[in-house]
């Protein structure tokens, strides 16, 4: 079995590459690092380990961004195998496996020989995401913190709280969609959230779908209708606790397969924290899986 390290040294808070690097050098089985440089280099590194056909486990040492790019390099080959080292400041998506996560997945000898399963994927317009997809205010304020991150002086806080005044204050909440999901159809009607979960968490711990599961072939979607400024504050924290079945006249759900939706302006849609934008979107269950490793005794079980 092969074992590749992807490491990306951008990722987190200062001194996780060294921590992490210390931990590697201990490591009782033979391994590979490389790190990446650019954006796109940890899909490449991934594509290339999976398409050898030898049997191979990928560690994307970074945060959400890094592992989505190592599953969109090795989605659908049987023979790799793919994980997380939570080097980032949100690993949305390990947060399934329970608060602890962090110390259960950088024991890397036990994450070395834990079982794997294989999870679904989404397809959002060819990008595949294994976390969530998000095309609302949630979309458009996550798009722009990475903006204010590039300005002077503005720390990580900072570019939150600038993004978040930004679009909810100055923009307004909802945009006019297209959204069909299942049978259910609204035609150019104000939206305000639209989430596809095939993970239970993003935005640093928002938990929309707590059933949420990523191996049951279920994609659970949720679309939150126009609301004004003191209702969306009001909501936003049940919202982020998964009671969205206590408002049906504000959120709609469904749990299937696919949603379309598309506007005469540009979506932002955010999938695992990348960000795209098009005017059409087709989010859908993916035709590829990943395998997905983890340290035995750590479960992905549906929140209580």
């Known amino acids: 079995m092969r074992h590749l390290f992807i490491v990306n040294p ?93 110390r259960l997945f950088y024991d890397l000898e036990a994450l070395a020989q834990g079982p794997q399963t294989a999870f679904d994927l989404i397809d ?23 903006r204010y991150k590039d300005w002077p002086l503005v720390t990580g806080k900072g570019a939150y709280v600038l993004a978040l005044v930004e679009n909810i ?12 999901m299942g049978e259910a159809q609204w035609s150019q009607a104000p939206t305000s959230l639209l989430c596809v979960c095939n993970g239970r968490y993003y935005g640093g711990g928002f938990m929309p779908v707590g059933e949420a599961m990523p191996d049951d072939g279920v994609l659970d979607m949720l679309r939150v209708r126009q609301v004004s400024l003191l209702t969306f504050l009001r909501l936003v924290g049940k919202y982020a606790k998964g009671l969205y079945r206590q408002y049906p006249e504000l959120i709609d ?30 989010v859908k269950l993916s035709e590829k899986k990943i395998n997905f490793f983890y340290p035995a005794g750590a479960g992905y079980q549906k929140s209580k």
């Open 10 to 102: 951008a990722a987190g808070k200062r001194g996780t590459t060294r921590h992490l690097e210390d931990l590697l050098a201990r490591l009782s089985f033979p391994h590979e690092v490389v790190y990446t440089k650019d954006a796109g280099d940890a899909e490449a590194l991934a594509r290339q380990a999976a398409a050898r056909g030898e049997p191979v486990r990928i560690y994307a040492c970074g945060g959400d961004g890094t592992l989505n790019e190592v599953v969109n390099g090795a989605a659908g080959r049987e023979q790799a195998a793919v994980t997380n080292v939570p080097k980032g400041t949100g690993n949305d998506f390990l947060k399934i496996f329970g608060p602890d996560y962090r």
């Open 124 to 146: 959002c317009n060819g990008k595949l995401g294994i976390d969530v997809v998000c095309a609302g205010v949630d979309a458009r304020i996550a798009a722009d913190v990475h």
């Open 169 to 180: 204050f100055l923009k307004g909440i909802s945009r006019p969609m297209t959204v069909q």
């Open 253 to 282: 759900h469904y749990h299937g397969q696919q949603v379309t939706f598309s506007a005469p302006e540009t979506i932002t849609a955010v999938v695992d924290g990348e960000v795209m934008r098009d005017v059409r979107f087709t």
